[in-house]
């Protein structure tokens, strides 16, 4: 019983890391309640630290990689999960404490995993991932502190890359007008497909904070961005208004001011997939397979394979990766 897997390993002397696929048994798995026959995979930015240097995530090597991962139940030894279920799983630190989705076999706790929304096959799941589930979870808590269709463009930053894109996607089908910033003009025909029906360039916004309020301009914001972009975008948001934290690529750094809070009442929303809990995951994927229009989820899919990850998970690290990689682990 051998399958395939993306190891990482790490050479003790120089302190480097190199990833390769390999074959592993069925006793190199750690032990869990669940093994699953992985078929779908792909590629975060968190991936790419783990395939990569590491970024401090990764604890033990030789490692698995994959922090998400969609299959079919192989064998169960907890009564929420028999063989043949569909599965998919985000989150949980899975691929960085623990061994991931980059393999044909994975063995995890049946806490961290959840029954395939009906309407989602595991591919689609996986075009998905824990980037377009965290898209979802940002356009949810927007939702609940009160955006509605019709009062304006929702601002979306980091648009091309995988929250982006799916951010985008969800925020058109439910009626919102979407501005995109994207710092690739390149990438302007795929976001008007996607939805959005403003592209503003990355250069527009990315300057540090100049005035602490500028014209009120965003109903909402989806932000994957952070740093100086998060800063100037808060003094641009609407009386009311919210934004949903979601991350880093232009730096973990906040050179804001507190007014936009005070004089405006604008909310910074933060949102966490990795620990989020099952009652609010179900309501996420549920919400996905009826709010994501999956043609346009399809139009974001790159097929990739394991051998393909080293080279992609370097790319995703360089903001070079667009819409969602899908990997077939077969
Ligand atoms: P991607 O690399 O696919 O997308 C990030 C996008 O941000 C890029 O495509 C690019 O978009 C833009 N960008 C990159 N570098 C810069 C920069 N220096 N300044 C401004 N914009 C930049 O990553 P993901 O979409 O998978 O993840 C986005 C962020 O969200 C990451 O920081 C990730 O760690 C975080 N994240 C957080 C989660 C959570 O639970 N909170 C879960 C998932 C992801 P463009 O080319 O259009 O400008």
């Known amino acids: 019983m051998s399958f395939k897997a993306l190891v990482v390993r790490k050479d003790e002397d120089s302190g480097k890391t190199s990833a390769a696929v390999e074959t592993l048994e069925m006793g190199d798995l750690p032990q869990a309640e669940v093994t699953v026959a992985v078929e779908y995979s792909t590629v975060n930015y968190k991936d790419g630290l783990c395939i990569g240097p590491g970024g401090g995530l990764v604890r033990k090597y030789p490692h698995v990689p994959g922090i998400d991962f969609a299959g079919t139940v192989e064998t169960s030894d907890d009564a929420r999960y028999k063989p043949g279920d569909k599965v998919v799983l985000t989150g949980w630190r899975v691929g960085e404490a623990h061994w991931g989705g980059y393999s044909q076999k994975a063995r995890v706790k049946a806490d961290w995993l959840v029954p395939l929304p009906e309407g989602l096959d595991t591919r689609q799941a996986m075009a998905v991932g824990t980037a377009g589930f965290t898209a979802m979870l940002a356009v949810m808590a927007l939702e609940d502190h009160g955006l509605k269709p019709g009062h ?56 540090t904070v100049k005035r602490p309020l500028e014209s009120e301009t965003w109903t909402g914001c989806v932000d994957a961005v952070g740093g100086a972009m998060l800063a100037r975008v808060l003094g641009q948001m609407k009386y009311g208004a919210s934004v949903a934290a979601v991350g880093l690529a232009g730096g973990a750094g906040l050179p804001a001011t507190v007014v936009p809070f005070l004089l405006r009442g604008v909310n910074l929303l933060g949102i966490d997939s990795v620990m989020q809990p099952y009652d609010n995951r179900l309501r996420a994927w549920e919400r996905i397979a009826r709010d994501l229009p999956m043609t346009k989820l399809e139009a974001m899919v790159h097929p990739a394979t394991l051998a393909d990850l080293p080279g992609l998970g370097a790319d995703i690290l360089k903001g070079q990766v667009k819409g969602r990689v899908v990997v077939d682990v077969n």
Not at 163 to 190: C, D, F, M, N, Q
């Open 152 to 207: 304006g463009p929702v601002l979306v930053t980091g648009a091309a890359g995988g929250v982006g894109s799916v951010a985008t996607a969800i925020l058109a089908k439910l009626g919102h007008e979407v501005a995109a910033v994207t710092g690739r003009p390149e990438t302007e025909a795929y976001l008007r497909d996607l939805g959005a029906t403003q592209i503003v360039p990355r250069e527009e916004i990315n300057e």
